[in-house]
């Protein structure tokens, strides 16, 4: 038997490398002839950069400005491929994330991007030709603007001042100095990884919808979301691009920026990043795939990594098995999309706080058990 383990992270606990060791440790004690594959996989999010380096893509390090100026060091990865192109990709999390960050309503309107668009420009300087940028996690609502920031760009006020990072000074800005702008930005394709819809600005946008978690109060929140507005504004008066799309709200609204000034696409993130790790391959090898994440609850089934995994197998007719840390929707439910068996953490271990604690052990208890009874 061919099983291919392709679980994303259970956040708080365990990597998705290190869900899948627990998993395929699980699943040889009921198959000790199997071969496995172990496969993590990601949404775009958090656990993209993860799941790069697993499929083979260099990591690196550099150190950058973080979130709210303290220096951090961020990963990204790099592959160059037999045609001489070359891919990076980024995280925002990374270099911008929110766990760099105290969520208060002050840091929620100085939080920033810059750290991201050091990232891009040592991407560039290492020869990439295309950027996969994946969005969840981050800490500021800047509209992308500190990234383009570290690339060049110059946003002035009424004084001809360079405004300060941070999303709480967009609206003060009343024009664009592009002049310094990196000119390498025009050559390279950016690709998104989105998968919310909501826009840049509105009720439904960034600073409305994601806000609170990051520390906003109401006033930071309207004043965030005026900022928004304004810099789609400008970006608009220099290079004609309406920003205000869906899907241009994520990560605060960072995609709004490189819709304008370069050549970005807004993709679905498994599809995005099954297609840069080559999951096809792996699953036309496949017998049966065993995937999981965290909690497995109603948000999963709108396209999550675990459950868009599962319905890509059962299109292959491939038989999934499903181990999350808990799981909150019906075997009804999990069986339309494709999971034929699933098992929770909470099922086998003494307490919620021992799922967390030693999360790696009773994962590989639950594979062992749903196998046995599948």
């Known amino acids: 038997m061919r099983i291919l383990i392709a679980p994303d992270k259970f956040k708080g606990s365990l990597t998705a ?124 609502t800047d509209g992308g603007s500190g990234a383009l920031r570290a690339l060049g760009l110059k946003p002035l006020d009424a004084a001809g001042n ?91 609204g960072f995609p709004a920026s490189f819709l304008a000034f370069t050549r970005a696409t807004l993709e679905g993130g498994f599809a995005l990043v099954a297609a840069l790790t080559g999951l096809a391959e792996k699953l036309a090898d496949a017998d049966l795939v065993i995937t999981g994440e965290g909690s497995m609850d109603s948000q999963s089934l709108t396209g999550k990594a675990p459950i868009a995994l599962a319905e890509a197998a059962r299109d292959r007719g491939i038989p999934v098995v499903a181990v999350a840390g808990r799981i909150t929707v019906t075997p009804e439910e999990l069986a339309e999309h494709g999971v034929v068996a699933a098992a929770q953490l909470l099922d086998v271990a003494p307490s919620p706080q021992d799922a967390m604690s030693d999360a790696g052990k009773y994962l590989a208890w639950a594979t062992r058990q749903v196998l046995e009874g599948a």
Request: charged share 20%; hydrophobic share 45%; proline share 5%.
């Open 162 to 252: 360079v405004v300060p990072l941070g999303g709480g000074s967009l609206a003060d800005a009343v024009s664009l100095d592009v002049t310094g702008l990196d000119p390498r930005l025009s050559a390279v394709t950016f690709r998104i990884a989105v998968d919310v819809q909501s826009p840049l600005y509105g009720t439904t946008g960034a600073a409305h919808v994601f806000g609170r978690q990051k520390g906003a109060d109401d006033d930071a929140i309207e004043k965030l979301d005026a900022g928004l507005r304004n810099w789609a504004s400008l970006l608009r008066e220099a290079t004609g691009r309406d920003v205000n799309v869906p899907g241009a709200g994520a990560a605060g």
């Open 17 to 140: 490398v290190e869900a899948a060791a627990a998993i395929a440790e699980g699943a040889l004690r009921v198959y000790p002839e199997a071969v496995t594959t172990q496969f993590p996989v990601a949404d775009g999010g958090e656990g993209t950069l993860e799941a790069a380096v697993a499929a083979g893509y260099e990591e690196r390090i550099n150190a950058v400005v973080g979130p709210i100026l303290a220096p951090i060091g961020a990963a990204w990865a790099l592959r160059k491929d037999g045609s001489g192109a070359t891919t990076a990709v980024i995280e925002t999390a990374q270099a911008s994330g929110l766990a760099h960050m105290e969520p208060t309503p002050e840091n929620s309107l100085r939080a920033h991007s810059y750290g991201c668009g050091q990232l891009i420009a040592a991407a560039l300087d290492a020869g990439a030709t295309e950027i996969v940028l994946g969005v969840g996690g981050s800490a500021m």
